[in-house]
């Protein structure tokens, strides 16, 4: 019973190249959200994807950041030219989407941008 | 704009002893409250889901409530294993269906 998998777990990059992350929900969970965490602060809310669709996206940056979920593969949240202020864990978690159930996350991926 | 306070920031308790961490919250219409427990390096894990004021929820040594205005994480003789952040998040009515996350209670159980 496989939970919430992202991958990298780590990813370095330069300023100015692109990071994606991956993110496979858990069994049977058709709605996807990502998260991002910053130092000293809590997880802010960025994008909510059901399959083939971008549901709510006010949490993400209007420049430079993408998300999908497509019909088949894992949802994958893409940042172009990368800032040193996008330092973050970016944390995914996934529901069953049915009204109150509980968002249940991965472990994250956390980004380093040299 | 939803808004949640948690309450202290650290807390540092001895083996046994019993004490609460606080969530207070400002939503327009409250679809759910959640608590997560988070350790170093890990993801949130999922503890309690409340829903309306005067509801309770009970997990091991763990139990929440929920008023109106705040919800309570209770904890009971404590063990060095409940060390963790604790967080607190709230969904609301307003369409919306990403969580909002206070910044978390520190929370250190000394043997």
């Known amino acids: 019973n496989a939970g919430v998998m992202q991958n990298p777990r780590h990813l370095v990059r330069r300023r100015g190249q692109e990071a994606r992350l991956r993110c496979s929900p858990m069994k049977g969970h058709s709605h996807v959200y990502w998260y991002r965490q910053l130092p000293e602060e809590g997880l802010k809310f960025m994008v909510y994807?059901?399959?083939?669709?971008?549901?709510?996206e006010s949490g993400m940056p209007k420049e430079r950041f993408s998300a999908e979920f497509p019909k088949e593969g894992p949802s994958i949240l893409r940042i172009q030219q990368v800032v040193r202020g996008d330092s973050a864990a970016y944390f995914c978690?996934?529901?069953?989407?049915?009204?109150?159930?509980?968002?249940?996350f991965g472990d994250g991926t956390r980004l380093s941008i040299l | 704009e939803d808004q949640v306070t948690q309450s202290p920031e650290a807390l540092r308790l001895q083996e046994g002893e019993s004490s609460s961490l606080n969530c207070s919250y400002t939503?327009?219409?409250?679809?759910?409250l959640f608590w997560y427990r988070q350790d170093p390096g890990k993801g949130p894990e999922f503890l309690f889901t409340?829903?309306?004021a005067g509801e309770e929820k009970e997990k091991e040594r763990l139990k929440a409530t929920l008023t109106k205005k705040e919800s309570f994480l209770h904890i009971t003789a404590p063990k060095p294993e409940d060390s963790a952040t604790y967080l607190c998040a709230v969904q609301s009515g307003g369409g919306a269906d990403g969580l909002t996350f206070g910044k978390g209670t520190h929370l250190i159980i000394q043997p």
């Open positions: 939503v327009s219409g409250l679809r759910g």
């Open positions: 994807l059901q399959k083939e669709n971008i549901i709510d």
């Open positions: 978690a996934s529901s069953q989407g049915d009204v109150n159930q509980p968002q249940h």
């Open positions: 409340l829903y309306s």
